[in-house]
């Protein structure tokens, strides 16, 4: 990647995403929102869309403002409009968050909060859309993993186009009868499009080139990986199509959503075999820390899969969706999201202040900027909290689930400081920390563009 340029405003998205986890982890250990109120309160929403938009959305997001132009090999559409696209997309999560707020009766203000968030979020997500749409369209055909990011895009077209049904619907300017129906019974396709398309059929595909890039591992482009992509697409494309034709019908909307479970899960076979196939293939022998964090992110996620089967076959998925919904988001999401974000931001901070004196001068290596032991004890505990918490809520143990989340807040805030101290080069031994012809990177922004 060196000669890459760089995304300006990848660190804020990164370090907007993470404030909003450390927010919503504060929040859960208040005992605010799920469970210590019902999963569909305002309180809960408002806990849910902090996690899904502020942090997994935004993270998401400022990845692919970097990784597209990778994966494609072609410089990012614009590089003015991430600015305006996190302004609009941060207003619009507050206006949301606010939202939640006044249908709870927390706050009292005639002001329309909703209709607000549905313009903002709007506006903001189709700013991303575009811009990464434009990046992606000008390079076809389209490399494997890249595709994994349109039918991410799609499916983040599709909740955000839901969302904002929802939202007008909750701030009472939408009334037509098909819009009441598709807010009464489309929350859970809204759910499927969002962390299921958008955020793990993204990830999948970014992982397929981060972790082959990040361990020295071949790419995949056989049978078994465009397998994944085209089974995970149907799947998608049944629970979302399907299942709002089936609202629109008047038909169970359980029909589709069924079928694309099934779909679902040979994908997640599909790319489960891949990934194996990756970490076995690599020619880095000692696997780093991001990579071994990850690894056990992918075995949270095949072990969430097994719980909700376990669940729907015991007749108890309905009473414990909160917990598969909990695991989706902490242990695969978040514990992804946090394992990469500690390699990229390494990788990008070095890119930054290293790139254009490299062959020139001395220079510290990527490795250097990190320091994984002091590191790894955090995700340690991040992963043990996390499986604490939900293990509290399968046995509905409130006490047990605050010390849980209490422990993801301050592993949370660990790995945090952690990523300040790379970005900050804290971890690069002073004789090499600014060779002549660097200086000190930004923390909130890239100044550089290697050429």
């Not at 591992?217 to 399907?242: D, K, M, N, S």
């Not at 007749?315 to 992804?336: E, I, K, P, Q």
Request: glycine letters at 10%; hydrophobic letters at 55%.
């Amino acid at each position: 990647m060196v000669g890459v340029a760089l995304s300006r405003w990848t660190m804020s998205y990164f370090a907007t995403a993470v404030l909003a986890l450390i927010a919503a982890e504060g929040l859960m250990l208040a005992g605010i929102g799920y469970p210590h109120t019902a999963i569909a309160a305002p309180e809960s929403l408002l806990l849910v869309h902090l996690v899904a938009i502020g942090w997994l959305s935004l993270l998401m997001c400022g990845a692919l403002f970097q990784f597209v132009p990778v994966l494609v090999n072609r410089p990012l559409d614009s590089n003015t409009l991430p600015l305006p696209t996190l302004i609009l997309l941060v207003a619009g999560l507050a206006a949301l968050l606010l939202g939640f707020a006044q249908l709870g009766g927390t706050i009292q203000t005639p002001f329309g909060f909703f209709p607000a968030a549905a313009i903002l979020l709007g506006a903001g997500f189709v700013l991303v859309l575009w811009n990464l749409g434009r990046t992606l369209w000008a390079e076809r055909p389209l490399p494997l993993p890249a595709r994994f990011v349109v039918v991410g895009l799609c499916s983040l077209a599709a909740t955000v186009f839901l969302g904002i049904i929802f939202a007008l619907v909750l701030g009472g300017v939408a009334t037509k009868p098909h819009l009441l129906d598709v807010t009464a019974l489309g929350l859970p396709i809204h759910v499927i499009a969002g962390l299921g398309g958008w955020l793990t059929f993204t990830a999948f595909g970014v992982s397929y080139r981060l972790l082959a890039m990040f361990m020295l591992a071949p790419e995949l482009e056989g049978r078994t990986t465009r397998g994944a992509l085209y089974v995970g697409t149907a799947a998608l494309t049944v629970a979302i199509v399907g299942g709002m034709a089936a609202i629109c019908t008047s038909t169970n909307v359980i029909w589709p959503i069924g079928a694309a479970g099934g779909l679902g899960l040979l994908a997640l076979a599909l790319y489960g075999g891949d990934i194996q196939h990756l970490y076995r293939a690599r020619k880095r022998r000692v696997i780093e820390l991001n990579s071994r964090m990850a690894g056990i992110a992918l075995a949270n996620l095949a072990v969430t899969v097994a719980l909700g089967i376990g669940l729907l076959f015991a007749g108890r998925f309905n009473d414990h969706v909160g917990v598969v919904v909990f695991l989706v988001a902490f242990a695969w999401l978040t514990g992804f999201g946090l394992a990469k974000l500690y390699k990229i931001v390494a990788f990008l901070t070095w890119l930054e202040c290293y790139g254009p004196v490299l062959g020139k001068t001395a220079t510290p290596r990527v490795q250097d900027l990190v320091t994984e032991p002091r590191a790894q004890k955090w995700f340690a505990l991040y992963f043990v909290a996390v499986w604490i918490a939900a293990i509290s809520l399968l046995l509905t143990t409130p006490s047990l689930f605050r010390l849980g989340v209490g422990a993801m807040l301050l592993a949370t805030i660990g790995i945090g400081v952690q990523l300040m101290r790379t970005r900050r080069l804290a971890n690069v031994a002073p004789a090499l920390r600014l060779p002549k012809g660097t200086r000190p990177p930004h923390l909130l922004h890239s100044s550089v563009q290697p050429s």
